[in-house]
């Protein structure tokens, strides 16, 4: 892989972001992080802040943002991705992050040279019709549902993507992204992983949505910071769109259940509504990926559940 290049993390202060930005550091690249901290915050890169090569930019993708360097890469990260953050009143907002946001990425691409990666999501399949999930797939998603502003928001990214390719003549990676935990995890972000550990630790309820039979597939950040990278470093032209995820399935209630028996504590699990077009079960087809990448997942859950409790305890001081 090239060493010293200039890299945009949009969306550098959030869970992936940042964990992405340590990667990018690490690897002897400048990083440029920007981010409005909406739902990142500089606590995840608060030891990077006195790195040589390591800057900060508070901006909004929303609007157009340029840079004297000559950029390289650009890894378009930028959107809140929880339901509880993304949906109500912030559901406008999303959709132009997501599709404004790509927009001005996609230009500044364009005007220097830079390679981009879109990380997508498999929320693009909506209620899948089909399962697991190939790239192929083309989703089930509903238009008009509350979920639909971040799933129209990348789909719509995808199709940018796809069209500053074949007429501008930007040169794009698009992976889609399975459900990942990890480090830096925002506590109060209400994804179930984080909730089920932090509520565990704290001795409160277990939320399990609905019945808990819906289904997901976990996949530890470092497994999919490493396929990001493969993705946009690939040298023999693969644009995607390609799945990034960790094909274990497990019902809501099986992973209350694991995260129940790694940590002792007095909470039980409790019933809560399920929220409207929650998708009912989720896996990815890494086929592809495998193929063109030679990229699969190396953390099961259990382990990966066991780096993320640590972080949790550590980050609750608990
Ligand atoms: N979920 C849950 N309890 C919670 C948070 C989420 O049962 O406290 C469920 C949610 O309804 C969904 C699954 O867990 O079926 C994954 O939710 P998350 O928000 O983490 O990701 P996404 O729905 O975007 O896949």
Redesign the pocket.
Known sequence: MPYGMNILVTGGTGFVGANLCHRLIADGHRVICLDNNYTGSLDNVEDLMNHPNFSFVEHDVIEPWDCEEKLDRIYNLACP????FYQGNRSIFTTKTCVLGILNMLELAKKHGARILQTST??VYGEPLMHPQPEHYRGNVNPIGI?ACYDEGKRCAESLMFDYHRHEGVDIRVIRIF?T?GPLMNPED???????IC?ALRGED?????E?Q?T?SFQYVDDLIEGMVRMMENEHGFVGPVNIGNPGEFT?RQ??ELVLQKIDTKSSLVQ?P??SD??TQ?RPDITLAGKELNWAPTIPLSEGLDRTIAYFRTKLGL
């Not at 209400?190 to 089920?196: A, K, L, T, Y």
């Not at 277990?206 to 609905?210: A, C, E, M, R």
């Open positions: 991705a929880s339901p509880p498999s929320e979920r459900n935990y209400g994804r179930v992983v984080s909730n089920f509520q277990i939320t399990i949505y609905g808990g819906q997901r809501i992973l209350a809560r399920l929220p929650d998708p989720r």
